[in-house]
Structures are given as C-alpha cells and as structure tokens.
T-cell receptor, first 114, second 113 residues
Framework: EAAVTQSPRNKVAVTGGKVTLSCNQTNNHNNMYWYRQDTGHGLRLIHYSYGAGSTEKGDIPDGYKASRPSQENFSLILELATPSQTSVYFC?????????????FGPGTRLTVL | GDSVTQKQGQVTLSEDDFLFINCTYSTTTYPTLFWYVQYPGQGPQLLLKVTTANNKGISRGFEATYDKGTTSFHLQKASVQESDSAVYFCALVDPNYAQGLTFGLGTRVSVFP
C-alpha cells in the first residue's frame, strides 16, 4: 500500500503570508494530487502532477501554486494566504491512468488562516 | 464536466441494519467508479471500485454496482457494525486520463449498538 505523508499536520497562518504544504510518497507513483475538503463541498481538486517537473491545474487552482521537484515530493504553495483558504488539505498519489487509477491519500493538513 | 451527486448527507442505523447509499453521476466517458471511506482525522481510503457497468465490487462485506442506464452507483452492506461508522464518498474518474477524482459530498454513517 502506498505511503503518503504530509507536513505540517496543522498550520496557523496570517492573512497575506506565504504557506507551503508538503507531501511525500514512497510508492514510486507517477501521479500526485492536491485536494481541499470543506463542509458542503466534499473534496475538490486543486492541482495535480504527472511526474517530476510537471504541474497541472485542477478544478479550483486560483490562489494556489504547485511544485513537483521529484517523483516523491509535491508541494502546494499559497503565496498570499486568505481566510477563504482555511480548510483541510489532502495529498494523494496514484499510478498512471487506466482502470487501476485508484488514489492513496495522506492524513491531511489542517490550515487556518487568520 | 464530470459530476457526482450524493443526496444522503447522513444515515443513522443500529447494528445489524442494512446499509444502502446511492450516488448518481454525469460524465461523457465510461468511468471507473469508486467508494472511499473516511474515518475521523484520516484521509479517505479506497473501499472498492467498479470498472465496468453491471459488474460488482466487493470488499469487507460491502458491495457496489453501477448501472450505466440510470447512471447510478450504490453501496450496500447487509449488516453494519459500529466500526462501520464513517463518512462514505462516491467518486469517479475518466480511466483514460490521470486527472483527479470527482467526489460526491459524502454520506456520514452513524451506527449505534
């Protein structure tokens, strides 16, 4: 089973500050994803990546950047954090596309922007 | 774009009751459909998936099938236990691309002894 870890697990940030959320996976999956989870919205895709050096916009990318410096690591960057970005963020990894396109999720990062 | 509708926000059951959660979906492709389960303080975990309409996915006593004709996808379990208390999400993906999952809003299942 894929091992996906996230850091930090909890973060309090100030409005206008820069926040970086980190994700590491040890199962050598090509694809990685960032989602946010909010009451009433479920999980929504922010950015994803097909491999080192690639990032793609998901459904709600505004206000977020992503970075994939290696196969194992995928970061989500909030350059100018806003209170509306208070949420729980999940990273996931998965194999290439096809019928086996299941994703493995990390434990989440709870971000509060004051 | 793809969408998943999960109307049951909360289900409350007693142990040994029958569980049924329904999703409907909209997509232009032939999707792979998933059920994920999320326990408090954890990320979603894959419960089961169904890659072909009218086939059945089975895991840990849960069953799921999807009906392409009615674009519905349901999860059921014959006899729930207190340990099944969690939030259940249906989700779909276009198997031709490595894009992210499209999730329903989730159903919180509470099972009481």
């Amino acid at each position: 089973e894929a091992a996906v870890t996230q850091s930090p697990r909890n973060k309090v940030a100030v409005t206008g500050g820069k926040v970086t959320l980190s994700c590491n996976q040890t199962n050598n999956h090509n694809n990685m994803y960032w989602y946010r989870q909010d009451t009433g919205h479920g999980l929504r895709l922010i950015h994803y990546s097909y491999g080192a050096g690639s990032t793609e916009k998901g459904d709600i990318p505004d206000g977020y950047k992503a970075s994939r410096p290696s196969q194992e690591n995928f970061s989500l960057i909030l350059e100018l954090a806003t209170p509306s970005q208070t949420s729980v963020y999940f990273c996931a990894s998965g194999d290439s596309w096809g019928s086996y396109a299941e994703q493995f999720f990390g434990p989440g990062t709870r971000l509060t922007v004051l | 774009g793809d969408s998943v509708t999960q109307k049951q926000g909360q289900v409350t059951l007693s142990e040994d009751d029958f569980l049924f959660i329904n999703c409907t979906y909209s997509t232009t492709t032939y999707p792979t459909l998933f059920w994920y389960v999320q326990y408090p303080g954890q990320g979603p975990q894959l419960l089961l998936k169904v890659t072909t309409a009218n086939n059945k996915g089975i895991s840990r006593g849960f069953e799921a099938t999807y009906d392409k004709g009615t674009t519905s996808f349901h999860l059921q379990k014959a006899s729930v236990q207190e340990s099944d208390s969690a939030v259940y999400f249906c989700a779909l993906v276009d198997p031709n691309y490595a894009q992210g999952l499209t999730f329903g809003l989730g159903t919180r299942v509470s099972v009481f002894p």
